[in-house]
């Protein structure tokens, strides 16, 4: 297949060079027929993994009845989707969005009406995190904590400052009278695969608290039981009043939610906010089934038995090649490794030795695996960077 002749109708904003066709289990393959471990996932979206039979079934059960009506009325599925995540993730009351970014911005008009409610003076400013990355849409870049990729799109939507992440007497410094949100990532994807501290997430929790300010975890990436809990601040004890969550809570259908407590989602009232395809029967069949498959298959257990496993090869990586990788850190299968090299050579000679990898910024290696993956998979992964990393 000629690349350039395929790429002559798409906008030019990704390096393409590889047409996948299909997938099984935790391997794609090319129009070739060759087969590649993936360690990306379609960038944590595919917990499950390629091909799952039970998964693909509810999908097909689903299009024969109901794929899609509007939100002037119910649908089965996203009753049930919405029972799902309420459970699953603390909170009370569930939107549905069509994808992550839709999910912050909801977050947002959510933080601003509640604050708004209280008191129609308030400025609605919002406390976001430098490196952070919520999204590409203009509330959702709004509040995306890198300059380069807010400055071509500016002016942005107003009252928007920048702690420094895991220091809380940066954000503290940013508090006024008109804050209505602070917004983080549990678990920095984008930015370099930085955990938060216990003593930052709880310390905004409690900043929160004291001052009425809402609480907005992002959890896009790290939920979803990528960290081998459910959602990653189920980690530290505390419980956000906003979070969203989007890839692998359908796993390749997308769909995203905001979740919230009760006293801040009944702020929102019939008019203020809406969608036209989000939380439409198919995409809410793939959300219950998703429910079903981690509970029925344990796949939380299997994160935490596999994923030690993952870190201990990255750590010897790490004693092996010290010249090289300066840091891993991370949580479950979450993982990043970073370099003293460019990423980028890396990731495209994995690729030549059919192993799919991504990055999160110029140095670091990003690992979001299907969680469905297995100890055999990673001793493939340590074997195909022991060999690119001893020839450099």
Excluded: W
């Amino acid at each position: 297949m000629d690349l350039k002749e395929a790429s002559k109708h798409f906008i030019n904003v990704y390096n393409r060079n590889i047409v996948f066709t299909k997938g099984e289990g935790v391997y794609l393959y090319d129009n070739n027929g060759e087969k590649y471990l993936d360690f990306g996932a379609g960038i944590a979206v595919s917990a499950l993994g390629y091909s799952n039979e039970e998964y693909k079934q509810g999908l097909k059960d689903q299009i024969d009845k109901l794929i899609h009506i509007s939100n002037l009325y119910f649908n089965e599925p996203s009753i049930k989707a919405a029972e799902y995540l309420a459970k699953a993730c603390g909170l009370d009351k569930v939107f549905f969005t069509n994808s992550g970014t839709e999910a912050i911005e909801g977050a947002i008009k959510l933080a601003r009406k509640y604050a708004y409610l209280k008191n129609k003076e308030s400025k609605g400013e919002i406390i976001a995190m430098e490196h952070s990355f919520h999204g590409r849409s203009m509330g959702a870049l709004s509040v995306t904590g890198t300059k380069h990729y807010r400055e071509p799109f500016e002016p942005l939507i107003g009252g928007v400052s920048f702690a420094e992440y895991n220091n809380l007497e940066s954000v503290k410094a940013l508090i006024t009278k008109d804050t209505c949100a602070i917004i983080l990532e549990t678990l920095q994807g984008e930015g370099g695969i930085y955990p938060a501290s216990k003593e930052f997430i709880t310390g905004i929790r409690k900043l929160c608290d004291e001052n009425d300010i809402i609480m907005i975890l992002d959890e896009i990436q790290c939920g979803m039981g990528r960290t081998g809990k459910m959602f990653t601040y189920q980690y530290y004890d505390v419980l956000p009043d906003i979070t969203t969550t989007a890839k692998a809570l359908g796993c390749g259908v997308p769909v995203g939610a905001f979740a919230a407590k009760t006293d801040v989602a009944d702020a929102m009232k019939p008019g203020d906010h809406g969608t036209t395809y989000g939380g439409n029967p198919l995409a809410t069949a793939a959300v219950c089934k998703v429910f079903e498959i981690f509970e029925k298959e344990n796949i939380l257990g299997h994160v935490n038995e596999t994923a030690p496993y993952f870190v201990e090869k990255l750590n010897l990586l790490k004693s092996k090649y010290a010249n090289i990788i300066k840091d891993v850190r991370g949580i479950g299968l979450m993982q990043g490794i970073e370099l003293s090299i460019p990423v980028n050579d890396i990731v495209v000679k994995a690729l030549k030795k059919h192993l799919i990898l991504i990055s999160a910024g110029s140095n670091i290696i990003r690992f979001v695996p299907p969680l469905v993956i297995e100890k055999k998979h990673i001793d493939i992964m340590y074997n195909v960077l022991d060999d690119i990393f001893s020839d450099i």
